[in-house]
């Protein structure tokens, strides 16, 4: 009788590598980096530069010197995250917050769990909801900084839903969405360009990095909870189209709920997990004490993705 070898799966060769998702994830968020820089200048470059760098050398010593494994360390994987990171802070966040948030985000949201491919939570988020809680006042500063570019029409001080969750629907009225798609000075460097975020997304989906199911389902829970409330009482709750352009929405919805590690595998499960999403970012904006909820959402549901994953599997190979 023939002998069989069975081995654990997967079983088919290709081309595609962990370092080359991760290189396509750089890619995609080039533009919105390219925009923040531009309009946030120097201050902007630093926080990057310190972020990237930070993650990529604390995960090499923990992968070298504490967990001891040789040859298993993926720089474009702890790069990412360290762009990510950065991404979701203030321009005026102090170097050393940004080290400490590294610190956060790569050694206890991921490799305190294994590493690569193991870790429950979103480590980008896990040192941006850390260093909030920790240092709220600079993670609150939304002073711009002197950028590139000359002759733009800044605004400092409070984001949109700052100013919203400050002053209420009045404070936010008038807020032009064709400048916001654009850009939208005064925030972190994930909100100051919807197009910018929207053009990584399309090319991550070209690239078949993602699916589009969880952004479309975030995307469309929303803005159908936001048109119910504004239909209920517009002088009270905001309109979809702001909710959908304002704050972390776009970032968070097309680089960081999309996750291979900490979302659900099945498409199901998937579109589950993004109507959660949407549904408690909506409920923190409207309810909450934080003006933004998409950085808690995403973490909450990433609790939920082991039960997403047990009770929604993929149509199994070969099966009709």
Known sequence: MDKYLVSPNPHIHTSTYTHTLMGDVCIALLPAIVVSVLFYGWSELLILGVSALSCVVIEWAITKFLLKREGRFCGCAALVTGLLLAMNLPPTTPWWVVVIGAIVAIGVAKMSFGGLGQNVFNPALVGRVFLLISFPAIMTDWTVPAGFLSGVDAVSGATLLGRYAEGGVEAVQGVDYLQTLFFNIGGSAGEISALAL????????????????????????????ATIFNLCDPAQYTDALFNLLSGGMILGACFMATDYVTSPMSTLGGIIYGIGIGFIVMMIRFFGSYPEGMSFAILLMNMAVPLLNRAFHQRKYGRA
């Open 198 to 225: 929207l053009a990584g997304w399309v090319y991550l989906l070209v690239r078949k990095v993602i699916k589009p199911w969880i952004t479309l389902s975030i995307f469309a829970t929303v803005a159908v909870v």
